[in-house]
């Protein structure tokens, strides 16, 4: 299965890269106050409390060349050789991890990509023409779906490091990551809080509606993962009308009332408006002009943040659709007409909601997550950046 990213994490991309959730150099404005260095060290440290061999990969596009490929413990580029059809195996591109209790620094080159990290066994990557066959768990016959794995995505430039603890595509191996700055402080987001592990698995298991069917398990029943919905729904695990009742709802208070969206927080005169008119929500700007229109949506659209909820990169839409793909899936349009609705206090308190999403934000520590494409509208998003970083870090967590 060919994978491509739903999401633009971080700030808005000038194009999806074919790895997915990594950032292109082209999406970020210039603000280092020095030189970054061409490798930083990546130190991994092993808190799991397992025995398993773990394994490492640095997979993504090298911004000098484009290219992709991935990178060795010392930061040394390697380009995919060609790909075929049926998919070829790709190259060993495993790093050994550390045993549990120690750790292992690499060096991180300028990408944009992902770190994976896999328990016990490697994961199995293949090549098409078009590029990387990267792991698919949705579906039951990808190869790595029996194996214990999770990745954290993060993009390297010359204006700094964006590194992010990602539950966009699945809830797995417990991780965190950092970022030390050229000031001396160091950031870090996607630590659980104590217990957050078992807690999240528990609450799924415990809504009614069918979202304990998103948890995967190997074939000894220990836990592999929770699918994210979109996912769920894809794989037949959740059905494709959860989020009906909650839509319904919202196409009907906007058929009598008016949506104004604010979809930038430096622009607060920039604003648009949505109506409902049949089976079409239309966004009109300030003179009364309609700017865009969205055809009611299904779960698949707002748990995926694409389809009928689309996000281009521009100015109009892409913003619009960021703002009502955050409002869906924390269900926020029926209790604030102006979005985005920055309060988290008020998110997920509907009793139709993205349950997955509710579940993740409330096992972090610091509350933040990336459990939907653009859970960064409002800044809820598990991310750290420094436009100086002197180091990165990610942190394997114990299975509580």
Request: charged residues 20%; proline residues 7%; aromatic residues 10%.
């Amino acid at each position: 299965m060919y994978i491509t990213t739903r999401r633009k994490l971080f700030v808005p991309l000038a194009a999806a890269t074919l790895i997915g959730g990594g950032l292109t150099a082209a999406g970020l404005a210039s603000t280092a106050s020095a030189s970054v260095p061409d490798t930083i060290p990546l130190t991994f440290t092993n808190n799991s409390g397992r025995g398993d061999q773990v394994y490492v990969y640095d997979i993504g596009t090298d911004l000098a060349s484009g290219k992709q490929g991935w990178a060795d413990a010392d930061g040394t580029f390697h380009p995919w050789p060609a790909g075929g059809n049926p998919p070829t195996e790709a190259p060993d591109a495993s790093i050994a991890g550390p045993a549990d209790g120690q750790s292992l620094t690499v060096k991180l080159p300028k990408f944009s990509g992902r770190v994976y990290f896999s328990y016990g066994q490697k994961l199995v990557f293949k090549l098409t023409p078009d590029g990387l066959v990267q792991p698919a768990v949705q579906n039951p016959d990808d190869p790595n779906h029996n194996t214990l794995f999770n990745w954290s995505e993060y993009t390297l430039n010359d204006s700094g490091l964006w590194i992010n603890s990602t539950q966009v595509d699945m809830f797995s191996a417990p991780y965190a990551v950092g970022v030390k700055g050229g000031d001396g402080t160091t950031k870090t987001t996607g630590h659980l809080k104590p217990g957050g592990y078992k807690g999240f698995f528990d609450e799924l298991k415990a809504q009614s509606g069918g979202w304990g069917g998103l948890v995967q398990t190997a074939p000894d029943g220990s836990v592999l993962r929770a699918l994210a919905p979109g996912h769920g729904i894809e794989a037949g695990a959740l059905p494709a009308s959860v989020m009906d009742d909650y839509i319904n709802r919202v196409w009907d208070k906007y058929s009598s009332s008016t949506l104004t969206v604010t979809p930038f927080g430096d622009q607060p005169d920039t604003k648009y408006f949505g109506k409902v008119s049949g089976d079409v929500m239309n966004f009109t700007d300030s003179s009364g002009a309609v700017v865009t229109s969205f055809t009611k949506p299904d779960a698949d659209s707002v748990f995926g943040c694409y389809k009928l909820l689309d996000a281009p990169n521009d100015q109009v839409r892409g913003p619009i659709s960021r703002t009502l793909c955050a409002g869906y899936n924390r269900t926020t349009l029926l209790t604030n007409s102006d979005q985005p609705d920055a309060d988290a206090s008020g998110f997920y308190q509907d009793a139709t909601t993205n349950q997955y999403a509710k579940a993740v934000h409330e096992q972090m520590a610091d509350g933040n997550a990336y459990a939907f494409a653009f859970d960064d509208v409002g800044n809820h998003e598990s991310l750290v950046h420094d436009d100086n970083p002197q180091e990165a870090s990610v942190t394997l967590d114990p299975f509580d």
